[in-house]
């Protein structure tokens, strides 16, 4: 995927994110994306030999 495209979906997701009032949503989907990151990064350690782009 190009990095326009990837700026363009990053742009997209901090807009709805502002967008979320409910302050228990917004906690809620912090904490969704905290542990896919901890997912991804475990999948890496798993295989030191591929890279994420």
């Given at each position: 995927?190009?990095?326009?495209?990837?700026?363009?979906?990053?742009?997209?997701?901090?807009?709805?994110f502002?967008?979320?009032?409910?302050?228990?949503?917004?906690?809620?989907?912090?904490?969704?994306?905290?542990?896919?990151?901890?997912?991804?990064?475990?999948?890496?350690?798993?295989?030191?030999?591929?890279?994420?782009?």
């Amino acid at each position: 995927m190009s990095s326009y495209v990837e700026d363009l979906q990053m742009l997209r997701l901090i807009k709805a994110f502002q967008q979320i009032t409910d302050q228990e949503a917004r906690r809620i989907v912090v904490l969704s994306v905290e542990e896919q990151l901890e997912k991804q990064q475990a999948k890496a350690r798993q295989k030191p030999w591929r890279t994420e782009h």
